[in-house]
């Protein structure tokens, strides 16, 4: 088994960075880490993630029960353990509301791609799932037709879910898609939004 202590220590630092980011408002998002085949540590609900501290964390097994930890665990687990079970190489997964990627969540507008050489080569394809009640096994299902194509799913309405091989890497994604929507967003403000030719994609999708 992993090294549960530090573990929960990243996970704090993620849940600090998330809420001074103004991704995560007030009690808003959850962060987990799969530390063993039928164990994962998760963040607790109704608590802010800016002021985690590892006592916080809590356990919990793969069909979503608690099996350690004095607070409740997060509403979300369900679709944390959806995606763990999708994709054994996925050991983090951080679910939170980054304004601007959000925004495009609340639009339902798809994140055009062949814009940002970093988006292409780190995130590719960003897809959009269709709507469901956070917190149930059918919001967790409307991940399953992207959930093997991509690390960063958007939310219908909601926010983003990210993953990746630790916690510092599944946060990274979120960074990055929301520091993208900011721009398009900025650049739209501008008028024009400028595309990469074909030979331009294809030059970059051989740096991945």
Known sequence: MA????IKQDICEIGRRLYNKGFAAANDGNISVRISENHVLC??????KGFLKPDDICTVDMSGKQIAGSKKRSSEALLHLEIY????????VVHCHPPHATAFAVAREP????????????LG????????????????????????????IVL????TVSYGEDVERAYWWTEIVDAYCRILLL???LGN????SDTQERELLKLK
Do not use: W
Request: proline content about 9%; aromatic content about 8%; some cysteine.
């Open 125 to 152: 394809d960003i897809p959009i799932t269709k709507y469901e009640t956070p917190g149930g096994q059918a919001l967790a299902d409307t991940i399953l037709p992207f959930v093997h194509k991509t690390n960063l």
């Open 111 to 122: 994140i055009p791609q062949c814009i940002l050489p970093e988006v292409e080569v780190f």
């Open 187 to 189: 650049a739209r403000g």
């Open 43 to 48: 963040t607790p609900t109704l608590h802010s």
């Open 3 to 6: 090294n549960a202590h530090k």
């Open 193 to 196: 939004v400028a595309y990469f």
């Open 85 to 92: 079970k999708q994709r054994d190489d996925i050991k983090s």
């Open 156 to 159: 219908a309405n909601h926010g």
